[in-house]
């Protein structure tokens, strides 16, 4: 691993998993108690299930990128970040497969409790995502490293210096037409 500078996206992502995980815990136990209210104990796990894995899917990507992010610096970052981040998306599609097959026909499912969790979850995930992502101030070229010292502000040494002494490109009071 390298020891170089984190990259900018770094805590833009860790603010976003922050916020993703207090509002999980919120979502659900919102999703729990309608859930509850309106169908029971099976629409208490409902909401529960249906917050779990829209916040699940959510922190996916994020924790992909911030896995990816650690060989920053290295020869192989572009290649090792594209991997892992598409890997997290083929973990998320597959998952979805499975939790779709399993949950299909149990009985203790409330599918519409389930279905309004679960987009809530999705909502609230892209809401917080774009609060973090509008907060925070990012350079528009990130990971730059931009020169300390204009080279205008540099004054000429001696051999750049013309024969008379003056500079070419001192204004002497004549116009250059």
Request: proline share 5%; charged share 10%; no cysteine.
């Amino acid at each position: 691993m390298s020891s170089a500078s984190p990259v900018t996206s770094t805590p833009v992502l860790r603010t976003a998993l922050i916020a993703s995980g207090i509002a999980a815990v919120v979502l659900a136990i919102v999703a729990g108690i309608i859930g509850g209210v309106l169908k029971g104990a099976p629409g208490v796990w409902s909401g529960l299930i249906g917050a779990l894995i829209a916040v699940l899917f959510g922190a996916i990507t994020a924790a992909s990128i911030l896995i990816a992010n650690r060989w920053f610096g290295q020869e192989l970052y572009v290649q090792l970040f594209f991997a892992i981040v598409m890997g997290g998306w083929f973990l998320k599609l597959g998952l979805f497969f499975v939790l779709i097959l399993v949950l299909r026909g149990q009985p203790w499912l409330e599918p519409v409790v389930f279905f309004w969790a679960l987009l809530a979850g999705v909502l609230v995930s892209l809401a917080i995502d774009a609060a973090v992502f509008l907060k925070m101030r990012l350079p528009v070229v990130s990971d730059a490293s931009l020169p300390t010292v204009a080279p205008e502000d540099v004054a000429p040494s001696a051999g750049e210096r013309s024969a008379s002494g003056q500079d070419h490109d001192a204004d002497s009071g004549n116009s250059h037409v």
